[in-house]
């Protein structure tokens, strides 16, 4: 195989790129080039239209698509180019070189922070991303125009991974970051579930795909969940319950000062979290996650405490 995987500096992308190039011609851009990546890592925006020419050039069959904005920048305008044009860029590079199959990293966000999901979201329900939320707007849109590719193109293969919060040994990102708080920050009357998927579960899925050829729209998960509560008692820290009137207050007021990137509405991310369900993923992907969610935290949690 001819692989190109965009993204490919990233923390998920170098150790897909690294484990593929042991079998197979592996190529990854990202924004900046990287001589001692262990693959060759070249520097290269996927909004640029030369991406066409390096899928022809090197008769890429196989495309994994992992960029994508992860926090929001603040201009809403730049972060739709990256994550949704850049994506459309992606695909017409993709059908110009013939390439056979194609990989797409989305989320669980892309199924919307709403009072109505069900208490397990699968594959079937509706993709509803927040418009007041860029990332899982975002995600939501991109997933249309996959969609709208896959019916005029049925000749490239789409893979779509729906992750959930990925977490490993290493991790270290804006969730992590508020489980490494003197207090985990709930909202009052609210369970707020988190569903982990291992970062090595998640190199495993990607490969398994690649290498197998399945197409199709998976939830990527870990078995079962954890709520704030739960994630306190396994860290041993207090879960500070606060009325969500209080914390929209705070936003709000954050928000007006410049002290915080995040409006009021946003605090659906906490509120509303969707719960993937991981049933398909296990029976027609072929592919069991080795850790639970569970797992796959205390996992994370062992791993802070012996660096400390």
Sequence with gaps: MNILITGAGGYIGRQVARQLAEQHHVIGIDLRSDSDAGFDLRAMDIRN?????????QQITHVIH?????????????DYDIDVNGTR????????GGVQH????????????????????????????????PYADHKRQVEELLAEYRQAHPELT???????????????????????????????????PFVFIWDQDLVGIIRHGVETGHGGQFNVAGDG???????????????LKLPLPLIKAGLII???????????????????????????????????????SREAFLHWRDHQRAER
């Design 158 to 192: 789409q893979l779509v991974l729906r992750v959930g919060t990925v977490i490993g040994s290493g991790t270290r990102n804006l969730i992590t970051n508020l489980f490494e708080k003197k207090r985990l920050l709930a909202i009052r009357g609210y369970d707020s």
């Design 49 to 57: 239209p030369a991406l066409r020419d390096l899928v022809i050039d």
């Design 89 to 96: 860029n992606v695909l017409d590079a993709c059908l110009a």
């Design 102 to 133: 194609l990989t797409v990293t989305s989320s669980g966000a892309a199924y919307g922070y709403y009072a109505d999901n069900p208490a397990w979201i699968s594959e079937t329900d509706p993709l509803r991303g927040n418009v007041e939320m």
């Design 254 to 292: 954050g928000h007006r000062l410049g002290l915080s990137r995040y409006a009021p509405e946003q605090i659906k991310f906490i509120q509303f979290r969707p719960v993937l369900d991981n049933q398909r993923l296990k029976d027609a992907f072929g592919y069991v996650p080795a850790k639970s």
């Design 225 to 239: 969940c954890l709520t704030m509560d739960e994630l306190g008692a396994l860290l041993g820290k207090p879960v």
């Design 66 to 78: 992992l960029a994508a904005v992860l926090e929001f920048s603040g201009d809403r305008a730049r």
